[in-house]
T-cell receptor, first 113, second 112 residues
Framework: DAGVIQSPRHEVTEMGQEVTLRCKPI?????LFWYRQTMMRGLELLIY????????DSGMPEDRFSAKMPNASFSTLKIQPSEPRDSAVYFC???????????FGQGTRLTVV | QKEVEQNSGPLSVPEGAIASLNCTYS??????FFWYRQYSGKSPELIMS????GDKEDGRFTAQLNKASQYVSLLIRDSQPSDSATYLC????????????FGKGTKLSVKP
């Protein structure tokens, strides 16, 4: 299994630009998570999908952030407009609902200048 | 606010020693707990899971859970320099097994 696949691995963008992060979960997993990791705040859950339906988006910091999961094999996290404080590593993770825990992708390191 | 607390470290142990990592959690509804290892610049890697009170062993790793004390620990026996990493403790949000709350991690350094 290829694991969770994220793209791009690195993104540098200017403040105000739109950023789209992409994720392909592990085949057969029915839960998908978007996390953000910073030194100050650690790993924070942004949004959680189960069977492609958003279940908990209370971690999405502002309306500038949006996430979609149009099918079981693809999800996007969009930031529009981006701001320097959005600079972080964004991880996508997937799990099979139950007792397995979540498996992480390699992450996208976002830098907004 | 449901939280998972860990000592940020760094925890330094000599090669061959036992490293003991601890965390506490506040959500009594949490049913399952996980330890992740994260090397610098890499993604978290799941290394242990535990759901019942007591100990669970896997190779050099032993996870311990005490639900009454809301306490989880990870022991690494015969520590190796390659074990040097940040270890993240995570607990399931009550009633949602796949949805995890993470601690901020403990940085472990194993000295040769």
């Amino acid at each position: 299994d290829a694991g969770v696949i994220q793209s791009p691995r690195h993104e540098v963008t200017e403040m105000g630009q739109e950023v789209t992060l992409r994720c392909k979960p592990i085949s057969g997993h029915n839960s998908l998570f978007w996390y953000r990791q910073t030194m100050m705040r650690g790993l924070e859950l942004l949004i959680y999908f189960n069977n492609n339906v958003p279940i908990d988006d209370s971690g999405m910091p502002e309306d500038r952030f949006s996430a979609k999961m149009p099918n079981a094999s693809f999800s996007t996290l969009k930031i529009q407009p981006s701001e320097p404080r959005d600079s972080a590593v964004y991880f996508c993770a997937s799990s099979f609902t139950g007792l397995q825990g979540a498996f992480f992708g390699q992450g996208t390191r976002l830098t907004v200048v | 606010q449901k939280e998972v607390e860990q000592n940020s470290g760094p925890l330094s142990v000599p090669e061959g020693a036992i490293a003991s990592l601890n965390c506490t959690y506040s959500d009594r509804g949490s049913q399952s707990f996980f330890w992740y290892r994260q090397y610098s610049g890499k993604s978290p890697e799941l290394i242990m899971s535990i759901y019942s009170n007591g100990d669970k062993e896997d190779g050099r790793f032993t996870a311990q859970l005490n639900k009454a004390s809301q306490y989880v620990s990870l022991l690494i026996r015969d520590s190796q320099p390659s074990d040097s990493a940040t270890y993240l403790c995570a607990g399931s949000r009550g009633g949602s097994q796949g949805n995890l709350i993470f601690g901020k991690g403990t940085k472990l350094s194993v000295k040769p």
